[in-house]
């Protein structure tokens, strides 16, 4: 039950996130959050009244405050806050709409993030930066976010008590933009080492992160131990181990049975409790994309124990969170039987499983609803932050709701975002959003008309025919990821230009506009007025023309490749300096774009750094990341490519 003194300092922190986000209107709006009590399941709930003395706000938790600030802003208001739109257009009098019927979420868990977000969008991120994006999760409804900011101070504080020494523990951790595959037990000491001043100041960011998170009502998860150690420390230790591959990485991994393996997982999760606290969730995966070291159903389920049995030693509360990726990426090894043994090992109610992309390639049916396991059903969108408009629309409006409904998913008990990475599609997390609060949107017609009025400020023809076949073309896809772009594959004559392996996961690159596509490009321009340039409207026309701009560089590939094939010198020059041109073009297009800039990119990453070598090593990282990713060869090249400007220039 909420103390008096704890529901008051949820009410503060709701009350400063409503003038942080509407400035002195905050004036025209109270807040009362009410805790739910017994007997409510724990399910958060919102209400507004906007009656003649102002705007009331009321609502479960902060997030829940927040929540209804968003309905009513984009019901009443017409207006909506966006990553990319903060700023709302509030009219000059509060519509006066009444009481609204309360809204109470099916879903215990709004989760948010991916591991790798924190390597691909937010690795150099500050905390200007960081509140900006707290409140727009509490707007939409987040309750569960992961959070890994500065836990690089809990493993080094680990790793000095067991023994290694303080140069060994900052090169096991490697470079900044890459820790989140450390946490996933796939490299180490890439890009690294790691200075110092970065792990004190992120320690103190991460704690005005969740202390932020947890003030506004969120849960956040926190990081538990997989088996993932330095091979000095095994070699010290004697202690049994394997090596796991992944891609061009190699990483070891301590046998459960060893010693080592609880002693590390107490210490480390001992030391992260003690620098951040804990709200009893715990990320762990083992074996994300590696194959495991073991066969029989017993090892896998002593792995299980073992993972959570760490967890327990320090915390008696502590649920374990794991991702379902392996399940689907190594379906071929994940049997129903190893399936069963693992998830089995560890006791429901101490378990919560993200289905990573339930849009795409769920994996609960497969698993007999994970086992009766409490799960999330979760939109993977992003991978790797590669440019490119796409997604599915219609299944994240009834999908979680249809799972819920299905015998083998019954118990569903969330929904969320697992992106890679984020900053495009913002249509996707708008309905996300309403999902996690009604369950489902059934008339995706009428709520994309209401989401282009509040995006845009005005309803028109043009506008609401655009999105209709932006619809049709790009949010219906199958592709399980945005169309492939030549401007983001390394040099080639190869004429399709289709995925060398399987981690670009992307559709070959399309050489023909899609007419439907090209349609709502010249719908957008035609709406387009100079105020609209640096809003929404510019934004989305700026992302339309990136990808018209896309299959007509693919065309142009495609021409070049076929011209040197046949030794057509004339026919290449042409085709060739068409396709420099178009280049060009596009980077002058992005250019226009602040999120599409590269110099922002490695200005962030530079203003963490003390001294010349820092700097040096955080642009060293900020630039590979998003182009060779790994060795030079690396199969991983590419995979976060970008549309960015300079960086399509340049590289």
């Not at 992944?246 to 001992?270: A, K, N, Q, S």
């Not at 990573?356 to 992003?382: F, I, S, Y």
């Not at 420099?580 to 992005?590: A, G, Q, S, Y």
Request: glycine content about 10%; charged content about 20%.
């Amino acid at each position: 039950m909420t103390s008096p003194e704890e529901a008051s300092a949820v009410s503060l922190a709701a009350r400063q996130l409503l003038q942080r986000l509407v400035g002195d209107r905050a004036a025209e709006f109270t807040v009362d959050v009410e805790p739910v009590g017994p007997g409510s399941g724990g399910h958060d709930w919102f209400e507004v009244d906007a009656g003649p003395s102002g705007v009331a706000l009321r609502g479960s938790s902060g997030v829940a405050v927040a929540s209804a600030l968003r309905w009513y802003l984009r019901t009443a208001c017409r207006t909506q806050i966006t990553w990319d739109a903060p700023v709302p257009r509030l009219p000059d009098r509060l519509p006066r709409t009444g009481t609204a019927a309360r809204t109470t979420s099916p879903y215990l868990h709004r989760y948010h993030f991916n591991i790798c977000t924190f390597g691909y969008t937010t690795a150099f991120w500050d905390w200007t930066r960081w509140e900006r994006h707290i409140d727009w999760m509490a707007l939409h409804g987040v309750t569960t976010p992961l959070a890994m900011t500065g836990v690089e101070a809990a493993w080094q504080r680990a790793l000095l008590r067991l023994g290694l020494d303080d140069e060994a523990a900052r090169r096991f951790l490697g470079g900044p933009a890459y820790l989140p595959w450390n946490w996933l037990a796939s490299l180490d000491g890439w890009c690294g080492p790691l200075p110092q001043s970065w792990i004190d100041s992120h320690a103190d960011l991460g704690r005005r992160i969740l202390d932020r998170e947890r003030a506004l009502g969120m849960r956040p998860v926190l990081q538990g131990f997989s088996g993932h150690a330095p091979r000095e420390l095994i070699a010290r230790r004697g202690a049994r181990s394997t090596t796991l591959g992944w891609w061009d990485f190699e990483v070891g991994v301590l046998d459960p049975r060893d010693p080592l393996f609880e002693d590390f997982g107490t210490t480390l999760l001992t030391e992260q409790t003690r620098l951040f606290g804990t709200d009893h969730l715990y990320a762990a995966d083992p074996f994300i994309e590696t194959t495991p070291p073991v066969t029989g159903p017993d090892d896998l389920a002593r792995v299980a124990r073992a993972v959570h049995g760490a967890m327990t030693a320090v915390d008696d509360q502590a649920t374990w969170v794991h991702q379902a990726w392996p399940f689907s990426y190594r379906s071929d090894y994940w049997t129903a039987e190893r399936t069963r043994a693992f998830l089995d090992a560890v006791p429901d109610d101490r378990m919560l499983i993200l289905d990573l992309w339930a849009e795409h390639t769920p994996v609960w049916r497969q698993t007999d609803g994970h086992r009766g396991k409490p799960w999330v059903w979760c939109m993977l969108h992003n991978l790797g932050g590669r440019p490119g408009l796409y997604g599915k629309l219609a299944e994240l409006a009834v999908g979680p709701g249809r799972a819920g409904a299905d015998a083998r998913g019954g118990s569903l008990c969330g929904v969320g975002a697992s992106m890679e990475a984020f900053g495009g599609d913002p249509v996707l997390y708008e309905l996300l959003a309403d999902v996690a609060w009604q369950g489902a949107i059934t008339d995706l017609a009428g709520w994309l008309e209401s989401w282009t009025q509040a995006r845009y400020g005005r309803r028109t023809h043009g506008l609401l025919r655009a999105w209709e076949l932006l619809r049709a073309t790009v949010y219906t896809s199958d592709a399980p990821g945005p169309p492939g772009s030549v401007v983001v594959c390394r040099p080639t004559l190869r004429g399709d230009l289709r995925p060398e392996s399987p981690v670009h996961l992307a559709a070959p690159p399309s050489p023909t506009v899609p007419p439907g596509l090209a349609e709502a490009w010249l719908l957008l321009v035609g709406e387009a007025t100079r105020e609209d340039s640096a809003g929404p409207l510019g934004r989305d026309l700026c992302d339309v023309t990136a990808q018209v701009l896309t299959h007509v560089a693919c065309a142009q590939q495609r021409r070049a490749a076929d011209a040197a094939l046949a030794r057509d010198a004339d026919r290449f020059r042409h085709a060739a300096t068409a396709l420099l041109t178009t280049l060009e073009d596009l980077d002058r297009l992005l250019a226009t774009r602040p999120e599409y800039r590269l110099d922002a990119w490695l200005a962030d990453a530079g203003s963490w750094a003390s001294t010349p070598a820092e700097a040096a090593l955080y642009e060293a990282n900020a630039r590979r990341i998003i182009t060779l990713w790994g060795h030079p060869r690396s199969e991983l090249h590419d995979y976060s490519g970008r549309h960015w400007a300079g960086l399509v220039r340049s590289f």
